[in-house]
């Protein structure tokens, strides 16, 4: 009986939004107010059940699994249901759940195939809650799996014109990530002794060194190199395509540019995320040597992202593209954090995922709002908007700054904390990323003038401001940049923990 | 105590209430004068049906009737699959655009004889029998493959089977010839107990084991044998076949080949492995399985690799399933290649996923055809929106086929991995993991042309038949279902491959 009856709440807040979408099906295609009204419902009745968790019932002070259910699924497989969370995946799927709450009405322009977007939409939502409250590996690689075929379909169907190109190629990079990481699940598990998926355990042998593939290999030795280095390169690969990492970043902008408004909002806010959230959870923890070893690598890649993807993002003439861009170039700081292994640095790149969630969905929602109204994204044909559209212009300024890193807005606080706990490993590093910021900086404010600042475009005289319907979608995410740059120990003090245990699983 | 003849009828019930059903469809059709299609199907499905009872009434103790006849659970779970894969194949004959009007007492004996054939061939581990059991599948194949009798593409699909099937049944019976010298015995599993015993060498009267002793010989026999078997399962380089003869035979056809003839021929082919090589059979017995092993691991990497570069490139839909189904052939080889019952079970497991998706898949084909009036992919263009319950079906088809959770394509490829990698074959899940990226590409050319493509008015939209159309409905249920819950089959699974060890 054990699954239904243990149903707690971690597995509704996964499962409600698929609820949602099988309500959705029910409903006929020309209910288009009662389909938008289900999917709103079913978002927002999943994140007010988040926040309650993340506010009552969660004890901030442990750093270990809480709220835990077990379930078996597949007997005799050792494939157990098994949620949970810590400080390190509750904000994350707080920050989920709030996502997919903004794009609900900022989906409301879709006209074609309402049913079937909604219904998609909201079978994403579950895929990216299931990877966060995975604690088995086998559970977290098909809510892993889960995301693709929607994510594909959103792209494909109601994206732009390049969609065919960009709905296959956000696929088939996944897809290869994907496979890597079942061919390394597969030795995972053979190799554990005793064989478990379950996350924690897997951690715990790992720390001890007893993942050495020497019950799948001679000597845990695959030509030349050891097990440990096979394992983190497949998971790395795997995670580094969904960061995305130089040079596996070429689906980003395509994908970006292609997908319409609020998937690229899901996309930038949540989904690169889960490659971050899955580097921490599995591939450095299962391979700690390998990691270890890989530092300077890691590092080095990390310095690329931000400086490579601030520099392209400089040369783009399409506003979507930039924020594309300038998502590359935010993720490196987060992998620099990672490589630094620091408490500081770890937490600076924890925070960064967030911090970055929220502004660069806020910013992908502004390009929107732009687009439906003069259906080009195209910067240097903008100009002087900030005369007719007051509001709007308030609201972009707050995202631009947030996410290029002014003080007292939330960027900042990741950023500085990310590159300062990274100095102690890595000054060099830290002193070529500040190019990135100088960069972004210098993008981002050459943006605000050419599509806000100047004389007017007369063409653009008659453009109304922000609707109450946009509002909606961005308030939110405007009180956490200003929120979270102020008082970031409202994340903080909830990641903590969860890191300290995360860096004694790293510990040598 | 020897069976009684009564008792040993009994036993073959299955078979004898389908060759029966074969013989009433053919004269009922010829007393209505062929002017009854429809009540002929039903009595071939009434026949399938009352087989399947047979079946599932059937004292589940293991006994061999006529001294050849092995009635046990694992023949059981694959005449189960052949009968519902028959029960489907009946159903889209109703339904494909290219059935003649003509002649349906002829098409639904040839059917039923082949599933006869089938029904013989995974319930035997008598050398003979097998023989018999694969010529009479294949005979009906060969005549069932040319039923579209106008059709040129057809008349060619049935004449490179024949071609192609006489060949390797050949040099499938020269190899059975050599085991039957070597041993004196039809059976396979005495054939494994004379193999694993001591002889004295004839020259200098040391006692060996006599597998060592004869080994090229037997080597010899087994990968000839093993060509029939490859043929029959399509694996590569015996595959050359299947693609003209997917294509040109009428679908129904290209159904029953793919799913039913192909699923038959691994039961036959995971009974008699392991009846010649059981695990502890010897040390010449042994290391010569090894051998085996890593011969079968190298047809299943071919024969996925060229099954699915091969399927990139295909516009018509038949073609480009008949190449998918040389790759799943190869899928499925994993799990023959690790030579142990974990692996079997993989393989015994991925038939029945295979059966779920492709059935689904070649449903689709027919029901795309009727609307479309060929088999292009390209004239599929935009038909998802207007033809919205089958395209969503086709899509779990198709992530099943690709192995994308949560799907049963996605939990036997992962049991396929597992049962291989913990044989050893870590590359071959590799090659596998490789494999499945490349499929993904030309599997969702399909879901590109039927949902990302702008409609095309020129393709007339009609409800599909509703017997078509809950069939479809069943089969994605069974994808989905199966594949998050597959606890049962698995059972189904396991304690059908340990009777056969």
Redesign the interface.
């Known amino acids: 009986m054990g699954w239904l009856s243990s149903i707690d709440v971690l597995s509704w807040i996964v499962f409600l939004p698929t609820f949602g979408a099988l309500a959705i099906l029910l409903l006929p295609s020309a209910a288009k107010r009662a389909i938008q009204r289900v999917a709103f419902g079913a978002a927002l009745l999943a994140f007010a059940l988040n926040l309650w968790v993340y506010l009552v019932p969660f004890d901030r002070t442990k750093g270990a699994m809480q709220l835990v259910t077990e379930a078996n699924w597949?007997?005799?497989?050792d494939i157990f249901y098994r949620v949970g969370v810590d400080g390190i995946s509750l904000p994350l799927l707080l920050l989920n759940t709030l996502l997919f709450v903004c794009a609900v009405p900022a989906s409301f322009t879709i006209e074609k195939?309402v049913k079937g977007y909604f219904a998609l939409f909201l079978l994403l939502e579950t895929g990216v809650s299931g990877v966060f409250v995975s604690l088995d590996f086998f559970l977290f690689?098909?809510f892993w799996?889960?995301m693709?075929?929607p994510m594909?379909?959103l792209i494909?169907?109601w994206g732009g014109p390049r969609?065919?190109y960009a709905?296959?190629k956000f696929?088939?990079y996944t897809?290869?990530g994907s496979?890597?990481m079942?061919?390394a699940l597969?030795?995972v598990?053979?190799d554990a002794q005793p064989h478990t998926f379950s996350i924690p355990k897997l951690q715990e042998l790992a720390q001890r060194g007893a993942l050495d593939g020497r019950h799948?290999?001679e000597n845990g030795i695959l030509l030349g190199l050891p097990f440990q280095t096979w394992l983190f390169a497949f998971l790395f690969i795997g995670f580094a395509i969904k960061v995305p990492v130089f040079p596996f970043h070429t689906w980003l902008p395509d994908a970006h540019v292609e997908a319409p408004t609020p998937i690229s909002v899901i996309l930038a806010g949540i989904l690169l995320k889960l490659g971050g959230y899955g580097m921490l959870r599995i591939n450095f923890p299962l391979a700690p040597q390998a990691f270890h070893d890989a530092g300077t690598f890691l590092a080095v890649l990390g310095v690329i992202n931000i400086v490579y993807g601030a520099f392209v993002a400089m040369a783009q003439t399409d506003f979507k593209k930039l924020v594309a861009y300038s998502s590359v170039s935010h993720m490196g700081y987060m992998l620099l954090g990672f490589a630094a292994c620091t408490t500081w640095s770890v937490n600076g790149a924890m925070l960064q995922m967030l911090t970055h969630g929220v502004s660069s969905a806020m910013l992908f929602l502004i390009v929107g709002v732009v687009y439906d109204r003069a259906h080009h994204r195209e910067i240097a044909k903008f100009g002087g908007l900030s005369q007719r559209m007051p509001l709007y212009f308030g609201l972009s300024t707050l995202g631009i700054f947030t996410s290029l890193g002014l003080p007292g807005l939330a960027g900042f606080v990741s950023e500085a904390m990310a590159l300062a706990g990274s100095y102690e490993r890595f000054p060099t590093f830290v002193m070529i990323s500040v190019i990135g910021v100088v960069i972004t900086a210098a993008f981002f404010l050459w943006t605000i003038q050419r599509v806000f600042l100047g004389p007017l475009n007369e063409k653009y005289a008659t453009l109304p401001d922000i609707s109450a319907r946009e509002v909606v979608s961005q308030a939110p995410l405007a009180v956490l940049c200003v929120a979270l740059g102020i008082f970031p120990v409202i994340v903080l003090n909830w990641q903590g923990p969860a890191i300290a245990e995360f860096l004694r699983l790293l510990a040598r | 105590m020897p069976s009684t003849y009564a008792e040993d009828l009994a036993r073959i019930l299955p078979e004898t209430v389908l060759a029966l059903g074969a013989c009433a469809a053919l004269v009922a059709d010829l007393l209505w004068r062929g002017r009854e299609t429809r009540r002929v199907g039903w009595i071939a499905l009434a026949s399938i049906a009352a087989s399947l009872l047979a079946l599932l009434r059937q004292d589940p103790a293991p006994a061999i009737a006529f001294g050849m006849v092995t009635v046990d659970g694992f023949g059981a779970l694959f005449k189960v699959f052949v009968a519902a894969t028959l029960a489907v194949v009946v159903l889209f004959a109703a339904s494909a655009r290219e059935m003649p009007r003509h002649g349906a007492g002829e098409f639904y004996f040839l059917l039923l004889s082949a599933g006869v054939g089938a029904f013989f061939l995974v319930s035997t581990t008598n050398l003979l029998l097998l023989v018999l059991s694969l010529e009479t599948l294949g005979l009906a194949s060969y005549v069932l493959a040319g039923f579209a009798k106008g059709d040129r593409r057809s008349a060619e699909a049935a004449l490179k089977y024949l071609v192609f099937g006489a060949a390797a049944t050949g040099v499938m019976l020269f190899g059975l010839s050599i085991l039957f010298g070597l041993t004196g015995t039809l059976e396979a599993r005495e054939m494994a107990g004379i193999l694993a015993g001591k002889a004295a060498d004839p020259a200098t009267g040391i006692a060996l084991d006599r597998f060592r002793a004869a080994g090229p010989a037997v080597a010899i026999a087994v990968v000839l044998a093993l060509v029939g078997f490859g043929y029959k399962v399509s694996a590569v380089p015996f595959h050359w076949w299947a693609p003209d003869v997917y294509e040109g035979a009428p679908t129904p056809v290209t159904t029953f080949l793919a799913v039913a003839s192909k699923g038959a021929a691994f039961g036959a082919l995971l009974r008699f492995g392991a009846a010649l090589l059981p695990p502890g059979g010897g040390e010449g017995a042994t290391a010569f399985s090894g051998k085996l092993g890593h011969l079968l691991a190298l047809l299943s990497a071919l024969t996925m690799t060229f099954g699915n570069l091969a399927a990139v490139r295909q516009n018509n839909l038949k073609r480009l399933l008949a190449y998918s189904s040389i790759a799943h052939a190869g899928y499925t080889l994993m799990g023959v290649a690790a030579m142990n019952p974990a692996g079997f079970e993989a393989s015994v497991f991925y038939l029945f996923a295979y059966y779920f998706m492709n059935l689904g898949a070649f449903g689709a084909v027919i029901y795309y055809a009727r609307s479309t009036g060929n088999e292009d992919i390209g004239s599929l263009r935009g038909l998802g929106w207007r033809a919205p319950f089958v395209s969503v079906c086709v899509v779990v088809f198709l992530i099943s086929l690709v192995g994308i959770p949560p799907s049963i394509g996605f939990f036997g490829k992962y049991y396929l991995f597992m049962a291989a990698w913990d044989s050893g074959l870590g590359w071959l899940t590799v090659v596998a993991a490789a494999n499945a990226v490349v499929s993904l590409f030309y599997y969702f050319r399909i879901a590109k042309a039927l949902y990302l493509v702008p409609e095309s008015e020129a393709v007339a939209y009609h409800r599909p038949v509703p017997a078509l159309a809950a069939l479809l409905g069943l089969l994605t249920v069974g994808t989905v279902g199966l594949g998050l819950f597959p606890k049962s089959i698995l059972a189904a699974c396991a304690e059908s491959v340990r009777l056969i060890f």
């Open positions: 597949i007997p005799g497989f195939g690689y098909v799996e889960v693709l075929l594909y379909f494909g169907v969609r065919e709905a296959i696929f088939l897809l290869v496979v890597l079942l061919v597969v030795a598990y053979l799948l290999l």
